[in-house]
């Protein structure tokens, strides 16, 4: 059980909870919630990593029991069936194909041949595939964000492998938290961030790790020393648009900003 690797802490002192997860969802998971009541942490914990283990069985193409493989395997033109949850998911990846003029895109490839309607999908092209890896972490973190509120709780951080952030209130002894970002090819730090019921997402290359951006348009990667990062009261929003400003010509960026008033996006020569 992945999951059973799980740790906790609570801090008397400053009232807060620290839960971590080594390995979900591609990476690592924290989160800090401040709040004085310790059973009540603990439900949610508990909510919370089985929230990230649900979707996990449905969205990691790397775990050849999820959803997401077995539809990848089958290279089916058949219709199958699919879960209520990966219906949901697809149509708010059709939304986000369509309002980044296809630039996000989990075929990588044409999200236009994908069918899918009454909870079944077909790939009718043998060669598509879905891969949700610039989805699935700020589509948790909005599930995350609505678990809390549910239980009236306002001051929480939670932090996917330092890429995807969401700040929820504030920092027990601050009225905000601040999150640096640093250049992935000499650790200086490029901007430091103040977030306040807001989700920053950060999307680049890295010296191990820079062929892993590519433009569904052209199927070209981008392998430049660039990076970007994206502030939207959105996770999944934030998340989404930080790949895509990397894939994105400067006219495109332009464009995309119009659909999403709410962000503030930046990109950065390394």
């Given at each position: ?143 995350i964000r609505n678990i809390l509120q549910q239980e009236?709780?306002?001051n929480a951080f939670i932090d996917f492998g330092n ?8 920092h027990p002894y601050g009225n905000c938290w601040k ?92």
């Amino acid at each position: 059980n992945r999951m059973s690797a799980t740790r906790y802490q609570y801090y008397d002192n400053e009232s807060m909870f620290h839960g971590f997860i080594p390995h979900i969802m591609g990476t690592r998971f924290d989160i800090l919630i401040i709040h004085p009541d310790v059973t009540l942490l603990h439900r949610i914990w508990v909510t919370i990593t089985n929230e990230l283990e649900y979707l996990d069985r449905i969205l990691n193409r790397f775990d050849p029991k999820s959803e997401v493989s077995k539809i990848n395997d089958l290279h089916s033109q058949n219709s199958i069936p699919i879960s209520a949850e990966l219906g949901n998911i697809l149509q708010l990846c059709q939304y986000y194909y369509e309002h980044t003029f296809h630039l996000f895109d989990i075929t990588l490839k044409d999200f236009s041949k994908i069918q899918f309607c009454n909870r079944h999908i077909s790939l009718p092209v043998s060669e598509l595939t879905l891969d949700f890896g610039g989805f699935a972490k700020g589509y948790a973190l909005q599930k995350i964000r609505n678990i809390l509120q549910q239980e009236n709780l306002q001051n929480a951080f939670i932090d996917f492998g330092n890429s995807s952030i969401l700040g929820m209130g504030h920092h027990p002894y601050g009225n905000c938290w601040k999150v640096s970002f640093l250049n992935p090819y000499n650790q200086s730090i490029l901007k430091e961030f103040k977030l306040k019921d807001c989700a920053l997402s950060t999307s680049g290359n890295t010296l191990q790790y820079n062929r892993h951006i590519i433009n569904p348009l052209s199927g070209i990667y981008n392998g430049e020393r660039k990076a970007s990062t994206v502030l939207s009261p959105d996770p999944l929003e934030a998340e989404i648009l930080s790949t895509v400003w990397m894939i994105a010509d400067h006219r495109q960026r332009e464009h995309i900003a119009k659909n999403f008033k709410d962000i503030q996006a930046t990109l950065y020569d390394l």
